[in-house]
């Protein structure tokens, strides 16, 4: 990530209030933030204007986080876009797939806004 | 004739009526509905900013303003976490929600208001409440009881589980829906859920068997063996099937006597355990077990024994007509 350029993060998830939890969080933390209501959207925006990182919910209508990670990693564009996968099923099969699917990094919901930003900073550190 | 007509057009007066009152209220609700999504709408992003500690909630004076920002935090307290959780749970006792939906919920005359106070309370998220609505697990409405034991589950106090586990012995409460609360409660309930192995109630005793054996670890396996020798059936059931999870070596003669349980599922689920444990000295008794009469028994015998030895299940399954072998072995062969 460049260090003159905000870094743009798509944020996709069908719940419009966590949605718009998470936009505003990060926005709050100096990111670029784009939203999508469904996996199809989210995979749209995404080929259109690759982001730095990606913050998906797993349970969404379309295309589902896991199969959204699979395509995404498919296309030559997005196939090295940082994946965080956002859930409410954190069962280890889950988790796994998660990983198997490519994402980076994994976080269940409940969760703490202050650690998904601690959790997108350190991927795209990592990056 | 005359009063035919009279008839026919009082009918079709009753109809206009009733159609009227139909549009009337739909017409009615759906303004509310309206109403409320531009409540909503307005007070989000105060709410958000207030979530993340950088502002105050906008004063509300209106009951209804109340109760849509109370919908709002209590939304968001069902997905969040840390910081922001403990706002809105602070939030909500200031705002003297708590005390109302506290009353609400003890002493509405109407089922359905009891019955959101309860859900409400386990969305504010506090410990406190705990008491409040074990004592709503006892009121006259299913509906009401129900929710006291979801917003047990979410608020996840330890105190609950003995009062949990009871309401579902009696009937009081879908099994099914103690079962969640006690999960979301996680290993916090276990020393209580120890406790009730040895409770007078049957259904107390096997409740907790269950539970131990989706939350315990294999330190509960003796425990939970010695609920093998149980007198009612459905502990003996239960601690067996909790064994295909946490039993190690040490449970394994138990857990093989109870192959020979008077009770078809007490030996289906013994079968499920042995096939987990896969100790070779279970081979023949399974085998044994594979050619009775009773299919679940039957099934669940033959499939263990493929599981601890295939070749030796298979050579079974060609000695003779043993079609619940055969499928074990076929289906362990696909596997």
Redesign the interface.
């Known amino acids: 990530v460049s260090a003159e350029r905000t870094p743009r993060i798509l944020v996709a998830d069908d719940?419009e209030?966590?949605r718009?939890?998470i936009v505003?969080?990060l926005s709050?933390s100096g990111y670029d933030v784009v939203e999508a209501r469904d996996g199809e959207e989210a995979f749209r925006l995404a080929v259109d204007d690759v982001p730095d990182l990606a913050v998906l919910d797993v349970m969404m209508p379309r295309l589902d986080g896991y199969e959204l990670t699979r395509r995404l990693r498919a296309e030559p564009a997005t196939s090295r876009v940082p994946i965080i996968l956002l859930t409410a099923r954190t069962q280890e099969a889950d988790v796994s797939q998660g990983f198997e699917a490519g994402a980076d990094d994994y976080l269940k919901?409940?969760?703490?806004?202050?650690?998904l930003v601690a959790r997108v900073r350190a991927v795209l550190g990592r990056r | 004739m005359q009063a035919f007509a009279i008839a026919v057009l009082a009918l079709g007066a009753a109809n206009a009526v009733l159609l009227a009152v139909l549009i009337w209220r739909r017409v009615r609700l759906g303004e509310r509905a309206r109403r409320r999504a531009e409540l909503e709408r307005q007070l989000r992003p105060a709410v958000l900013a207030f979530l993340e500690g950088e502002g105050e909630l906008p004063a509300t004076a209106g009951v209804r303003e109340q109760e849509v920002l109370a919908d709002l935090l209590g939304g968001y307290a069902r997905k969040l976490r840390g910081p922001a959780l403990t706002r809105i749970a602070h939030t909500f006792n200031e705002l003297g929600t708590v005390d109302r939906e506290t009353r609400a919920m003890a002493g509405a005359r109407k089922p359905w208001r009891r019955a959101a106070a309860a859900h409400r309370l386990g969305d504010i998220g506090s410990s406190w409440l705990e008491p409040a609505l074990v004592a709503a697990l006892a009121d006259p409405d299913r509906g009401v009881r129900s929710a006291a034991a979801r917003s047990l589950g979410k608020l996840g106090g330890a105190g609950a589980v003995e009062p949990l586990l009871a309401a579902a012995a009696v009937g009081a409460v879908p099994q099914a829906l103690v079962g969640w609360a006690l999960l979301s409660i996680g290993p916090p309930a276990l020393p209580a859920l120890r406790r009730l192995l040895v409770s007078e109630n049957d259904l107390e005793r096997a409740g907790a068997v269950r539970m131990i054996g989706l939350l315990g670890d294999a330190s509960d396996g003796e425990a939970v063996a010695a609920r093998l020798r149980d007198t009612s059936a459905g502990v003996r059931a239960a601690a067996a099937q909790a064994l295909e999870r946490l039993g190690g070596p040490r449970d394994f003669d138990a857990v093989l006597a109870a192959l020979e349980d008077r009770v078809p599922a007490v030996r289906r689920a013994a079968a499920d355990a042995l096939g987990r444990l896969r100790d070779r000295r279970a081979l023949e008794p399974l085998l044994r077990c594979a050619e009775t009469d009773l299919f679940d028994v039957a099934q669940a015998a033959a499939r263990a024994a493929a599981a601890i030895d295939l070749e030796a299940a298979s050579s079974a399954a060609a000695a003779g007509a043993r079609p619940h072998l055969a499928e074990a072995v076929d289906l362990a062969g696909l596997a």
């Open positions: 719940e209030d966590v718009e939890l505003y969080r709050r919901k409940p969760f703490s806004p202050d650690e």
